[in-house]
Every structure is written in structure tokens, then in C-alpha cells.
């Protein structure tokens, strides 16, 4: 009979604990009404009252630069706009640097830089491309590659980065936005 009893004693000790636990965490997890958080008519009004006065104060209060500003005096200059005109190309007024490479016999060949053009699977779009730029730069020769499954155009021979970092800007410049600096076993020159 003492048995039942402490069992007895022992479960209702669990029990009061449980509830009490249970009454802690549902009431440390209530919600608080949410019904006037929505709202749009009353403090939303009152709140945008308050942002349009506070930006009407500050305006009030900004600082004036003009007492700060330097003169700019300007003398008459003329421009010359003979050699420029409104369709000419970027680098037209650019003059080559070397003789065209189709007249130079080719030495030997080492570790350089060639920009790449354009890369396509259309070989008619990759010749046409490669007559553009033989019409456009004479200073360096142009070359199509096929690299499967692309037909390449690539132009010039340089031993230097910064050369064809420059052509590839000159590049872009004419129109050929897709150029870009590929490094390649180029032809040496005499």
C-alpha cells in the first residue's frame, strides 16, 4: 500500500510540474493582436505629415555652396573642324605605328599575344568579318582558325600584352565589342 502511495505522490508531482511548464510556454507565446497593424487610414496619415514636415525643415536648413564657388573664366578659343567631322571613326586620325606585315617575310614563330574578334560556326560570317578587318587595319595581319566547332578571327602578332590589350581597345572602339586578348604562338618578322 505505501507503494501506491508514492507512486501516487510522484505522479501528481509530475503532473502539477508538467502543467505548470505547459502554462509558462503557452502563455510566454501568445500573440498580441494584430489588427490594427494594417491599418491605412489614422497613424499611417499622421506619420507621412511627419516625414513632409521634417523634409520641408531640412531644406529650410541646407547649406548654401554659393559663396563657395570657384569662377571659371574661359578664353575664346576656336576649334578646328577640318580634320574632324561627325562619321569619322575613332582612330582615324591614328597613324600606324609599323608597315603592313603582308610585305615582311616571316622569320620563325614564338610565344605572343593575337586578339581574338569574333568566334563563330559560320565560316561565311568569320571571312566576312576577316575582309573587314584587313579593310579597316592594314597594319596587321588578320587570321582565321578553325577550332572545332568554331571558326576563329584573330588579328596581329605581339610580343607585348600592352599591344594587344591597346588593339583590342582600338577593336572595340570600331564596333567589335566581343574582342578580347588570347594568348597563341604568333609569326616573328624580319
Keep these: 500500500m505505501t507503494g501506491l502511495r508514492e507512486l501516487y505522490k510522484n505522479s501528481t508531482l509530475k503532473i502539477a510540474l ?6 509558462y510556454f503557452f502563455a510566454g507565446c501568445g500573440a498580441v493582436s494584430t489588427s490594427g497593424r494594417y491599418e491605412t487610414s489614422g497613424r499611417s496619415e499622421d ?3 511627419e516625414k513632409k514636415d521634417k523634409i520641408a525643415s531640412d531644406e529650410k536648413e541646407s547649406f548654401d555652396l554659393t559663396p563657395y564657388r570657384p569662377s ?3 578664353n575664346e578659343m576656336e576649334f578646328i573642324t577640318d580634320s574632324y567631322s561627325e562619321t569619322s571613326e575613332a582612330w582615324y586620325e591614328y597613324k600606324e605605328k609599323s608597315e603592313p606585315n603582308e610585305n615582311k617575310k616571316i622569320v620563325g614563330t614564338t610565344d605572343g599575344f593575337r586578339v ?3 568566334a563563330t560556326d559560320n565560316l561565311d560570317e568569320a571571312n566576312r568579318v576577316n575582309s573587314e578587318l584587313s579593310s579597316l587595319i592594314r597594319n596587321q595581319k588578320s587570321y582565321v582558325n578553325f577550332e572545332p566547332p568554331f571558326y576563329k578571327v584573330k ?3 605581339f610580343i607585348e600584352n600592352s599591344e594587344a590589350n591597346d588593339m ?3 577593336l572595340n572602339q570600331l564596333g567589335f565589342t566581343e574582342a578580347k586578348v588570347v594568348r597563341e604562338t ?3 618578322f624580319e
Design 18 to 23: 508538467l502543467s505548470i511548464i505547459l502554462f
Design 47 to 49: 506619420v507621412k505629415e
Design 72 to 74: 571659371i573664366i574661359l
Design 116 to 118: 581574338q574578334v569574333i
Design 155 to 157: 588579328l596581329g602578332d
Design 168 to 170: 583590342r581597345f582600338r
Design 186 to 188: 604568333i609569326n616573328k
